[in-house]
């Protein structure tokens, strides 16, 4: 299983980004899907969820209402739109799946992770 995940970069305050993630080697469609972030110095957190055919999906407090999770299984392929994004929003994002048809936010119900796209928010 292999999880690639893209889109990150610079962005003002109040801009957008879409990340992706691009799955292989698994049946995507049989995993529910993630996003998480780690900023410097602090732990992993939760961002973003999504079930197997994306008809749920789960968001952290700090996000909600500016973060969009969606997926695309013919593509095996989810996304995070991020809008609104704020300095605090600074962290490496990572995409990872879980081999389960529902959502989930903790990391260690998730069984792959991937390498992570660096997300900077300037002030």
């Known amino acids: 299983v292999q999880l690639q995940a893209s889109g990150g970069g610079l962005v003002q305050a109040g801009g957008s980004l879409r990340l992706s993630c691009a799955a292989s080697?698994?049946?995507?469609?049989?995993?529910?899907m993630g996003w998480f972030r780690q900023a410097p110095g602090k732990e992993r957190e939760f961002v973003a969820a999504?079930?197997?055919?994306?008809?749920?999906?789960y968001y952290a407090d700090s996000v909600k209402g500016r973060f969009s999770i969606s997926r695309d299984n013919a593509k095996n392929t989810v996304y995070l739109q991020m809008n609104s994004l704020k300095p605090e929003d600074t962290a490496v994002y990572y995409c990872?799946?879980?081999?389960?048809?529902?959502?989930?936010?903790?990391?260690?119900?998730?069984?792959?992770w991937g390498q992570g796209t660096l997300v900077t928010v300037s002030s």
């Open positions: 990872a799946a879980r081999n389960a048809l529902s959502v989930a936010v903790i990391t260690s119900l998730f069984d792959y």
């Open positions: 080697g698994m049946t995507f469609s049989n995993y529910g």
């Open positions: 999504i079930n197997w055919s994306g008809s749920v999906t």
